[in-house]
């Protein structure tokens, strides 16, 4: 299984080569876990870079993949990730999910860097 966090989901919509990255996780539905959280981030930003119509072609496509909704028992253990690696809401919320799920997390986000079940890529 994979998670692919909000950074590359970006640089994939963006085409660029941090996204050809990922291409082949991204495209595989039937591995790919996709949090709530990151929904929420990569609408977000696509809605203030570009315009509504293309987030919600964005947010379309991702949620082609197994989608996770944050209930209680996952905020609850995203808390306790986040407290034990010093990670911020959403970041908690992203590798606790993967956590859960038994995936790989891609990721080009320095506070995952060193974490157990993380693939991560520097920023070019």
């Not at 994979?2 to 291409?23: H, P």
């Not at 996709?34 to 379309?60: C, G, H, M, Q, W």
């Not at 990730?81 to 997390?105: E, F, Q």
Request: hydrophobic residues 45%.
């Amino acid at each position: 299984m994979n998670l692919v966090d909000s950074s590359l989901w970006l640089e994939y919509f963006a085409g660029s080569e941090a996204g050809e990255r990922v291409e082949h996780v991204l495209t595989d539905g039937e591995t790919l876990v996709v949090p709530s959280i990151t929904i929420y981030e990569v609408f977000k930003k696509l809605l203030a870079e570009l315009d509504e119509d293309r987030a919600l072609l964005a947010v379309a496509h991702m949620k082609q993949a197994r989608t996770v909704e944050l209930d209680t028992d996952l905020a609850v253990y995203a808390a306790k990730i986040g407290r034990d690696h010093r990670l911020a809401l959403a970041d908690s919320v992203i590798y606790a999910t993967g956590l859960k799920y038994g995936c790989t997390v891609w990721t080009q986000d320095k506070h995952f860097q060193g974490l157990p079940g993380v693939k991560y890529f520097s920023k070019n």
